[in-house]
């Protein structure tokens, strides 16, 4: 067991995991699921492993590193074995649906700084389907692109 949760520690300290994934980790080089319980909960007893922190710094990180939206975040926080209640709860702490506009303009800007003028449809297509992959919705990108173009062919 000893060397389980050195192994655990190890791996914390490389990167946060969520309690679900690290659990499948052990087990990979553990068989012994009871061994793994217990060195689960001996480090969300030692305040190693929390679910909540980790989806907070991980909304934190995705918001102003990465700029995505909302629904890739809690996407990507599904897959990774998360309760979906707590991701609600934490996402409308640190991101709020009326949030969304700020990531949405940077990685709007960002995008379009490797699109050089002028812009065709096919340069808008591929800029409207990453800006749908990053996770923002499909009528917030019409309006910041419309206003965003209109502000380039009109500048007032």
Same mark, same amino acid.
């Not at 309690?19 to 969300?44: G, N, P, Y």
């Not at 340069?123 to 992959?133: D, Q, T, V």
């Given at each position: ?77 599904? /897959? =990774?074995?998360? !309760?979906?209640? %707590?991701? $609600?709860?934490?996402?409308?702490? @640190? ?5 969304? &506009? ?22 808008? /297509? =591929?800029?409207? !389907?990453?800006? %749908?992959? $990053?996770?923002?919705?499909?009528? @917030? ?5 419309? &206003? ?9």
């Amino acid at each position: 067991m000893e060397q389980l949760y050195a192994g655990a520690l190890k791996a914390l300290t490389r990167r946060p995991f969520p309690t679900q994934e690290l659990q499948q980790r052990l087990l990979l080089s553990c068989a012994d699921a009871d061994t793994v319980e217990r060195v689960i909960e001996r480090l969300k007893l030692a305040g190693y492993l929390d679910d909540r922190k980790f989806v907070e710094s991980f909304i934190q990180s995705r918001l102003h590193h990465k700029a995505q939206g909302r629904a890739r975040i809690m996407q990507e926080l599904r /897959a =990774r074995g998360l !309760n979906p209640a %707590l991701i $609600r709860e934490e996402m409308e702490k @640190a991101y709020p649906t009326d949030a969304e &506009r700020a990531p949405l303009q940077h990685a709007l800007e960002r995008k379009l700084k490797s699109l050089p003028p002028p812009m065709d449809a096919k340069k808008l /297509a =591929r800029l409207y !389907n990453h800006l %749908l992959r $990053r996770g923002f919705p499909g009528d @917030a990108i019409r309006l910041e692109v419309r &206003r965003r173009l209109k502000m380039e062919m009109h500048p007032d």
